[in-house]
C-alpha cells in the first residue's frame, strides 16, 4: 500500500513543478505581452491560474517533501536529548504530525464538502467552485499524515538528532 502511496506523492510532485514551470511561461508571456501591448482576456486568467496553482502546488508537493524529509524542521531540541530518548521523541513529533494532519482533512473535507452543497464559487477573472480550489487540501493533509506516519511505526525516524544543515 505504501508503495501505491509513495507513486501518487511522486506523481503528484511531479505535476506540481510542472505546474511551478507553468506559472513561470504564463508570468513571462503575460509580460511580454504587456511590453508588446498585446492585450486579451487570457492576460488576467494567467494570475488567476497562478494563484490557485500556488495551493495546488503546495498540497501536491508536500507529501512528497515529508518522505523525502525535505520540508523545513529544527534538530535543535532533538540533538540536546539523550541518543536514547532521540527516536522515542522523534515518533512523538511524527504522531503529533499525523494528529495535526488528520484534523486538518476533517477541517477541509467540512469545508470543501460545504462549498460543494451550497455551489459556491471563487470569484476572480475567471469563477471557479469553490470545491475545487479546496479539495486539494484534504487529499494533500491526507496523504501528508499517511506519510509522517511512516515515521511513526516505521524503521526510520523524521529527525536525525544533528543540529546544523545537512545537504
Known amino acids: 500500500m505504501m508503495r501505491l502511496i509513495d507513486r501518487l506523492c511522486d506523481l503528484l510532485a511531479v505535476l506540481a513543478g510542472t505546474y511551478l514551470v507553468g506559472i513561470m511561461l504564463g508570468i513571462v508571456i503575460s509580460a511580454l505581452a504587456r511590453t508588446f501591448n498585446i492585450s486579451g482576456a487570457w492576460s488576467s486568467h494567467i494570475f488567476t491560474f497562478a494563484e490557485f496553482g500556488l495551493l495546488y502546488i503546495v498540497m501536491a508537493a508536500s507529501p512528497w517533501l515529508v518522505r523525502e524529509r525535505g520540508h523545513v524542521f529544527i534538530e535543535l531540541v532533538t540533538a540536546a ?12 513529533i511524527s504522531l503529533m504530525c499525523v494528529v495535526i494532519c488528520f484534523v486538518l482533512v476533517w477541517y477541509t473535507w467540512g469545508a470543501t ?48 538528532g544533528e543540529a546544523g544543515v545537512h545537504e
Open 81 to 92: 536529548l539523550p541518543r536514547k530518548i532521540q527516536p522515542t521523541f522523534s515518533r512523538f
Open 113 to 160: 464538502a460545504k462549498a460543494w452543497k451550497f455551489g459556491d464559487a471563487e470569484m476572480r477573472s475567471l469563477d471557479m467552485p469553490k470545491y475545487l480550489l479546496l479539495g486539494a487540501m484534504p487529499i494533500g493533509f491526507g496523504l501528508m499524515g499517511l506519510q509522517f506516519f511512516r515515521f511513526v511505526v516505521g524503521n526510520e525516524t523524521l529527525h536525525t
